[in-house]
C-alpha cells in the first residue's frame, strides 16, 4: 500500500546531483564480474541487466512516492535473476531496500525488508550462491540501507515542512506590506487630492475674478503639492519617510488654512521612534482630511497631552455630524492604532471628535531604576 502524501515528491536540483554518487555501492556487483571467471556472454548479460537495473534506478529516484511500485518490483526482479551467477547482487538489494525505506509506511517497509532478508536467506540456502556469507552481509547491507532510505524520507518531509512555513511568512509578508501600502497610498493621496482641488478651486475662482497674481499664488502652491506627493508615493513601496511631527503639523495647518478653517495645535507634540512617529503622522493627516472634506465646521483642534503611560492626540472640529461613517480612511486609522497597541475613540456629540492613545513604550531600567 502506497503513502497518502497527496503532493508529489520529487528531488530538488541539488538532491538529483548526488543520484550518480550513490552508484558507487555497484562496486560490489562489478568486483565479481573481473575476479570471477565468467564467460564473455554471462558478463554481457550480467551488464545488461546491470544497466537495466540503473534506469529503474533513475526512473524510480525521480518518481513521487504513489509511482514507485513497479520500478522497485523491477529492480528486485534483476536482483534475483543475477543473484545464482553473481552474488554482488547484494548491492542490488540494497537498492530495493532504500527505495523500500523511503516509499512506503513503516508497518510495510518493516514487512518488505522482512521479505528481501527471507529472500536472501532462500538464495544462501535453498537456490545458491557463490559467496558463503552472502546472507549475512546482505541482510546487514539491506537492513542498513533501508534505515537511510526512511531518514532521508523524514529528511524530505521536513524540508518540505520548513519550505511551506517559508512560503506561508513570506505570503503574510507580502499581504501585510501590501496592506501597509495601501494605507499609506490613501492617507498621502487623500490628503493630496484634496488639496488639490481645494487650490485649483480657488485659482479658478481668482482666475474668474482676474485676480491673475494671487492665482498664479495658487498654481505654484498645486504643483508643490504635486511634487511631494509624488514623491511620497515613491517612497511608501519602501517605507513611507516623512519630515517629522512638528513640519508635518505645520503643512496640516496650512492645508486646514487654505480649506477655511481656523486651526489650533495645543500641548506638545510627543518624541516618538520612526515607525510609531509614521503612524501617527498618516493618522492625523487622514483625520484632517476628513475635517477638510466632510466638516462644515470652521475651527479644527489638534490637542496633545500624555499620562503616565499614554500619549493622547484629539482631532476636533465644531461642525455638525449626524453619523459616523468608517470608511477606508478611518478603518486605516484604526488599524495603525491597533498595530502600535493603541486605541481610537469617535464622538460626535459636540463636533466631531477623534480620540487617538498610544502607549508609550516602557523604558530601560538601571540598575532598578527607570532610565
Request: include cysteine; glycine fraction near 8%.
Amino acid at each position: 500500500m502506497m503513502t497518502s502524501d497527496n503532493t508529489t515528491q520529487k528531488t530538488s536540483n541539488e538532491e538529483a546531483k548526488h543520484t550518480w554518487v550513490y552508484l558507487f555501492n555497484l562496486g560490489f556487483y562489478i568486483l565479481p564480474m573481473v575476479l570471477f571467471p565468467y564467460t564473455v556472454s554471462e558478463i554481457v548479460l550480467l551488464s545488461l541487466a546491470m544497466l537495466v537495473f540503473v534506469a529503474l534506478y533513475f526512473y524510480c529516484f525521480y518518481l513521487p512516492y504513489q509511482r514507485m511500485l513497479w520500478p522497485i518490483i523491477g529492480m528486485y526482479v534483476i536482483a534475483c535473476a543475477v543473484t545464482p551467477w553473481n552474488p554482488g547482487s547484494v548491492a542490488l538489494f540494497s537498492y530495493v531496500g532504500f527505495f523500500v525505506g523511503f516509499a512506503y509506511r513503516w508497518p510495510y517497509a518493516l514487512a518488505a525488508v522482512v521479505g528481501l532478508i527471507g529472500t536472501l536467506a532462500v538464495f544462501q540456502w535453498t537456490i545458491g550462491t557463490h559467496w558463503d556469507l552472502f546472507f549475512h552481509y546482505g541482510s546487514v547491507i539491506v537492513i542498513t540501507v533501508a534505515i537511510f532510505g526512511r531518514i532521508e524520507r523524514l529528511r524530505q518531509r521536513h524540508a518540505a515542512s520548513e519550505r511551506r512555513s517559508a512560503d506561508e511568512i513570506e505570503r503574510l509578508a507580502t499581504s501585510v506590506e501590501r496592506e501597509r501600502i495601501a494605507r499609506d497610498l490613501h492617507d498621502i493621496l487623500g490628503h493630496t487630492l484634496s488639496s488639490i482641488v481645494l487650490k485649483s478651486d480657488l485659482a479658478k475662482a481668482q482666475l474668474g475674478k482676474q485676480q491673475y497674481d494671487a492665482a498664479a499664488q495658487q498654481l505654484q502652491g498645486l504643483s508643490e503639492i504635486v511634487r511631494h506627493s509624488l514623491s511620497q508615493v515613491r517612497q511608501s513601496v519602501s517605507g513611507y519617510k516623512h519630515s517629522g511631527l512638528a513640519l508635518e503639523l505645520k503643512r496640516l495647518e496650512q492645508r486646514l488654512h487654505e480649506a477655511g478653517f481656523r486651526t489650533d495645535i495645543l500641548g506638545k507634540p510627543p518624541l516618538l521612534d520612526a515607525p510609531r512617529e509614521t503612524a501617527l503622522v498618516l493618522a492625523i493627516t487622514e483625520l484632517v482630511t476628513n475635517v477638510i472634506r466632510h466638516s462644515s465646521g470652521q475651527i479644527c483642534t489638534i490637542h496633545f497631552d500624555e499620562s503616565v503611560d499614554v500619549y493622547r492626540v484629539q482631532i476636533t472640529d465644531d461642525g455638525s455630524h449626524v453619523e459616523v461613517q468608517s470608511g477606508n480612511g478611518l478603518v486605516g486609522v484604526q488599524q495603525r492604532m491597533q498595530e502600535l497597541g493603541g486605541s481610537v475613540e469617535v464622538s460626535t456629540t459636540r463636533g466631531w471628535v477623534v480620540a487617538l492613545q498610544l502607549p508609550k513604550l516602557e523604558m530601560p531600567k538601571i540598575n532598578g531604576a527607570t532610565a
